[in-house]
């Protein structure tokens, strides 16, 4: 029996290392074949402008200036588009796009520290530290591991912030890295047996939760003239046992892989030497001695309820000996579930491309759901191990298919299949997508942040109420447009986008104004720099005469104008990506 492309390539893959490279042919065909069956009609390739726009928000998370639209839409080579897919994967923003992705799904609304502007500055860090990763195309298995193990302040260690961010809380951490790298949110069976999987005991949760048990988040002051608040991230102790709170009887769990692997318990000093039990219990003799350690014996202190105060004294004064938990943890996900760590990212970069996953939900491994298309999945996913996780070869695949590339006008039999992925999504623009869009075509100061520091601050209150009115805290990409009265209010209202697309100050419609006063230029600058196309020949017959007529009149004209470009960023057209 002859076997389907796509499983010959996973045998390939399996028995030669990177013997076989799966194509973007190959993943079209596998669709082609499913759409077949269920006799679904595709939709017609997108257009240039539509792809350009597409391919800029989805790699770049913003859309492409109108220099880069005008050199793409005139450009006659047949292999524009993959010259363009290779440009936009090499530029910088992709790592900064990334950098807001992971923020989102691994640090997202903080409770400490209260004031936001310390919490923008600690998550640019760690924004900027995502770009810097996946710019250098560090393997995705080495950018997993730095943050689970990751120990140290977040002024040294950025990485730190997504365990940082919680508050002597395993059950959280544990949660968190368990539902962003292996796709299983186990978080309920943190109380209870889980209801979908019975497997997944509340014993094993707290067996994987304890690989936390003794990670300790203590806010401190750094010391490099950045008036901030840091945060250290630390392992204290050796305790290999824990108590689950709220349990009767106490439930006590020792650190458990989910598949019930155990960890190797094995010690290091604070230089991450490896030590004996019985150094260790010298090492604790001498730090009973210590300053620190007397005054929280005097205060009646447990390692349980340790304040701030007490914890940073301990800090201060031992020689962080602890176990390596964390680092077993990171062992265990990377390199013994590395199949899963890779199935669970290659579903999440297929999802914000294509608008849903090949798995829904995208966290849903711990429960009984099944891929639409499994054997495509594991088609991807054996192909990203054998690129050593190269995430943006993976990327780079997607974006070739036929299947991305597709115009958003569902035919009428692929309106009713969106999990066979016959035409492209239509999906709301992130708020980060959306602002930075926004500033780059208004090419207003305010809402870029750049300029004086009453710019920046400007920025990041705009952004604050911009994130509420749009509820982006905390989320994956929302796949499924749905306007509402607050969005459309907001841009109404908003003060800073009414003066950004003002014809008066450093503005777009200020600068078009000395280039040019010939109403079909200024149609097409608009429509250009905003949509990323020209219009067409209905809105053309409709808004040119109304330029033209206005065109004896400065301030008629420079008004209208104003009310075209409004109208253009609150059109259903620029708030989402299609």
């Not at 349980?304 to 943890?329: F, G, K, S």
């Not at 991807?380 to 780079?396: K, P, Q, V, Y």
Request: with cysteine; aromatic share 8%; glycine share 4%.
């Amino acid at each position: 029996m002859r076997l389907p492309v796509l499983l010959l390539h996973i045998a390939l893959l399996l028995v030669a290392g990177q013997a076989a490279a799966l194509t973007p042919a190959e993943i079209d065909d596998h669709l082609a074949r499913a759409q077949g069956t269920a006799e679904v009609q595709p939709a017609p390739r997108a257009t240039d402008a539509e792809f350009l726009r597409r391919v800029s928000l989805d790699v770049r998370g913003v859309v492409p200036t109108i220099e880069k639209t005008i050199a793409f839409l005139v450009d006659e080579r047949p292999d524009k588009r993959q010259r363009l897919i290779d440009e936009f994967l090499a530029s910088p923003q992709r790592g900064e796009h990334w950098g807001v992705y992971c923020d989102k799904l691994l640090v997202g609304t903080m409770t400490e520290p209260g004031n936001r502007t310390f919490q923008r500055q600690l998550k640019e860090d760690f924004r900027k530290w995502v770009a810097e990763q996946f710019n250098a195309n560090v393997p995705y298995d080495e950018f997993i591991a730095d943050i689970v193990s990751a120990s140290g302040t977040t002024d040294d260690m950025p990485q730190a912030l997504p365990l940082g961010r919680w508050r002597r809380a395993p059950e959280s951490m544990a949660g968190s890295i368990s539902r962003v790298f292996l796709g299983a949110d186990i978080q309920c069976a943190q109380c209870h047996d889980h209801k979908e999987n019975p497997e997944l005991t509340q014993q094993k949760f707290w067996e994987f939760a304890s690989f936390f048990a003794n990670t300790r988040v203590v806010p401190q002051r750094n010391d490099m003239g950045r008036n901030i608040p840091v945060i250290e991230v630390a392992d204290v102790g050796v305790r290999w046992q824990f108590n689950v709170p709220d349990t009767s009887p106490t439930m006590t769990v020792q650190p458990a892989y989910l598949d019930g692997t155990r960890p190797n318990r094995r010690i290091v000093d604070g230089e991450g030497e490896e030590i004996s039990l019985r150094e260790l219990l010298q090492q604790g003799r001498r730090y009973r001695q210590t300053e620190g350690a007397r005054a929280i014996a005097d205060n009646g202190a447990t390692p349980d309820n340790l304040t701030p105060q007490q914890l940073r004294a301990i800090l201060r004064d031992t020689p962080r000996a602890h176990d390596t938990r964390r680092t077993e943890l990171a062992s265990m996900m990377v390199h013994g579930d590395r199949e899963q760590v890779a199935r669970n990212i290659v579903n999440r970069v297929w999802a914000r491309f294509m608008g849903r996953g090949l798995m829904e939900p995208l966290d849903g491994w711990a429960t009984p759901a099944t891929p639409d298309h499994p054997e495509l999945l594991e088609a991807l996913t054996a192909e990203l191990i054998a690129s050593n996780m190269d995430i943006r070869h993976i990327e780079r695949l997607i974006l070739s298919t036929h299947a991305y590339q597709r115009s958003s006008a569902a035919t009428e039999s692929s309106a009713r299949r969106p999990e066979l992925f016959a035409h492209a999504a239509t999906r709301p623009l992130s708020p980060d997508q959306l602002i930075n869009s926004l500033a780059r075509v208004t090419q207003s100061a305010t809402l870029s942040g750049e300029g004086d520091r009453r710019a920046e601050q400007i920025r990041a209150q705009f952004e604050q109420q911009f994130n509420f009115t749009f509820d982006s805290d905390e989320m994956e990409w929302i796949t499924i447009f749905d306007p509402s009265i607050p969005r459309a209010l907001f841009f109404l209202n908003e003060p800073n986008i009414n003066s950004a697309v003002s014809a008066q100050g450093q503005t777009f419609l200020a600068a078009l104004a000395t280039k040019t006063n010939d109403p079909a230029d200024i149609l097409d600058y608009i429509f250009l720099t905003t949509l990323s196309r020209y219009p067409d020949d209905g809105e053309r017959e409709q808004l040119l005469p109304l330029l033209q007529r206005a065109a004896n009149n400065r301030n008629d004209s420079l008004r209208l104008q104003e009310d075209l470009l409004w109208a253009l960023l609150t059109s259903t057209e620029f708030i989402t990506n299609h």
